[in-house]
DNA sequence: GAAATAGTGTCTATGAGACAATATAGC
DNA sequence: GCTATATTGTCTCATAGACACTATTTC
């Protein structure tokens, strides 16, 4: 254990790390229905899954879920193992964002961690939150979150994750981990609005739909026969169905 | 040594990890002048320094520079102290952008190879090249350096590393790392495309001066008594001077 | 005046941004 | 008809993109 694997290699006599842990920073949307209203937009809330520690270190304390990489896999399947051991999915969006290694970060010894981001629909979640260890897991809004004592570093991996996020909601068409295959563009504007909340656009529908240099990365549902597809399950008027292509923009501060 | 720090872990009889190296891709942009034409823009170009190894495993092929990180360090301090004992410089541009974890992906062992990017302006590696080392450490152009054989999966990075560097090079600020603080428009050009090659915009000056977005990101240089700065190093009529302010813009695909 | 790069004028089409106005379907 | 959301009309101004043209200095 732990030698190396052979002795052409001078640095056979150095101190080697501990382990090299994945976290995995699970973020799902939740919708729930406004009181009052009956066909009314829900309101959505960006939440963060959260474990509360049953031993030492920090026993009692919430933490990222995670796990130790072994030597026979790569850190990206070590969290996606994780990812379906404490939350049965699979399949989802994993997006590897940065290590953390300062010294004594772990008391348990010399611990890389690789920090993962998930995005995970609620509906891959419901029968999570119900489950007999409901106590122990939490799917909880992220300004809750990030204002609890978590343990480790794990509340700068989430504040990182959370910026990461942020980031890659308005570069990237990750808004599609949060929504089904066909949407509405009020749908699309409020998941964008749960994860990045300043954000504002007045004219959201128009731009998404009539600029040239973002036309492509949405596009209409149509039914078998060609007809547009429309949805009133969230306003009396049927609003139309649009669908993620495939294409991504390249974007430049430069033109 | 490798025992773990305390027995309160019960993952202490798993296997550890026998490394956990940085490994840096070191790019820079060489300028050389035209053959013929006195005053005319230099010709620019994307290099990467490479080491060639000089023992077991891959002895005698180009590596990327490295080494392995200490328990008393960050991988980043480990890959700005291997970054200073590789070339001497020292307050660059360095960037982690992944980890690569394959299993085998190293003979020696269980190696979790941590990799950055520097950008380091030219003239900070000038005394480097006519070192006494010079068949070892070579700064070679990044498509002859793709095409070779390389150590490890050294390839795989520099490649991850040169995709990394394109998107920044266009949604961020980092051409100042390979640019003096005050340059001209056509210098900032140059620096682009030898980044992307394919990058090509006609109307390059009229964007970045006029954009309202995009104003902001640069300011015309001026000197002690408010006139504004030119140089003619390349050319015969003088070209203003800009330099890049402090702000930064947020792209987004929606608007 | 030729060379070499810097920068402007001009024109057209399109997009951004603001808001008012209208549309649709359920209640 | 009221409600709640969806969608279009309209107007103004800024920008994109193309390309010809002028400017400045050195040789």
């Known amino acids: 254990m732990n030698e190396h694997a052979n002795g052409h290699y001078s640095a056979s006599s150095y101190r080697t790390p501990d382990g090299a842990p994945s976290d995995i920073v699970i973020f799902t949307i939740t919708s729930s229905e406004r009181a009052g209203a009956k066909k009314a937009l829900p309101t959505r809330r960006l939440e963060v899954l959260l474990i509360k520690r049953q031993k030492w270190p920090f026993e009692g304390l919430w933490a990222l879920p995670g796990g130790f990489t ?125 994860v990045i909340p300043s954000f504002e656009e007045r004219n959201f529908i128009r731009k998404v739909t009539s600029t040239q240099s973002r036309k492509g990365i949405l596009e209409e549902a149509r039914d078998a026969s060609g007809e547009p597809k429309t949805s009133n399950r969230y306003s009396q008027r049927p609003a139309q169905l649009y669908r993620f292509t495939d294409y991504s923009p390249m974007l430049s501060i430069y033109g």
């Open 70 to 194: 072994k030597e026979t896999e790569t850190v990206e399947e070590c969290a996606r193992r994780e990812l379906e051991e404490e939350t049965g999915v699979s399949d989802v969006h994993l997006e590897y964002f940065n290590v953390y290694s300062k010294p004594g970060r772990d008391p348990r010894g010399w611990m890389l961690s690789h920090a993962f981001v998930a995005l995970v629909r609620e509906s891959f979640l419901a029968g999570r939150r119900t489950s007999d260890e409901a106590a122990d897991v939490a799917l909880m809004p992220v300004e809750d979150a990030v204002g609890l004592e978590l343990a480790f570093d794990h509340r700068s991996i989430l504040e990182d994750a959370l910026e990461r996020i942020r980031v890659r909601m308005l570069t990237t068409t990750i808004a599609k981990e949060f929504l089904p295959e066909e949407f509405t563009l009020s749908e699309l504007y409020q998941v964008i609005r749960a």
